[in-house]
DNA sequence: CGTTTGACTACGC
DNA sequence: CGCGTAGCCAAAC
């Protein structure tokens, strides 16, 4: 266990809903989710900085069991399952994904460019006073993309 | 008691 | 692009 939220439960009960959105097919990140909670009072950014993913983390490891919480839907910044390779529950996961449709490569990561969520609509994270998550997809990515010309 | 162990990431080689 | 490390500290051993 490492650093915890001031209110471990206030902060696992955010981390939860905002996973509950993430729609089957898609994943986000440790991090992306973080970054749509604001540090908790008490916790300046700095620190917030550095320990929101775990903290995210530790609420994944907390789910509830038979809460329908699509755990499987986290994995972490590198597109990779974050628990401990071929242990039962790192089987598991990727098994519950690849049923989703999600591809993974040789090196066992997922493309985020490609299966990254984009997080939660404005409206519903200003309802519960949460942040807009940072993209995976580039910047101007609007669909058309420009090509590099080869010559 | 001293050690080990984390569902993380950004950063530097 | 891969690999190691710092930053964190509460629990379980």
Same mark, same amino acid.
């Given at each position: 266990m490492t650093l915890q939220p001031p209110d471990p439960q206030a902060f696992y009960a955010?981390?939860?809903?905002?996973?509950?959105q993430i729609p089957a097919g898609r994943v986000s990140t440790y991090g992306q989710i973080a970054?749509?909670?604001? !540090?908790? #009072?008490? &916790?300046?950014?700095?620190?917030y900085d550095r320990m929101g993913a775990r903290?995210?983390?530790?609420?994944?490891?907390?789910t509830p069991e038979g809460s329908g919480i !699509?755990? #499987?839907? &986290?994995?972490?910044?590198?597109?990779q399952i974050s628990l401990p390779a071929g242990s039962a529950g790192a089987d598991v996961q990727?098994?519950?994904l690849e049923r989703e449709g999600i591809v993974f490569d040789e090196q066992s990561r997922v493309d985020l460019r490609l299966y990254?969520?984009?997080?939660p609509?404005?409206?519903w994270l200003a309802e519960r006073g949460l942040l807009p998550p940072f993209?995976?997809?580039?910047?101007?990515?609007?669909?058309?993309?420009?090509q590099l010309s080869l010559f």
């Open positions: 955010l981390v939860w809903e905002i996973v509950r970054s749509m909670i604001p !540090p908790p #009072q008490g &916790v300046e950014p700095p620190l903290w995210v983390g530790d609420a994944m490891r907390a !699509p755990w #499987q839907r &986290v994995i972490n910044s590198r597109g990727r098994a519950l990254g969520w984009e997080g609509s404005a409206e993209s995976f997809r580039p910047p101007e990515d609007t669909g058309q993309g420009m």
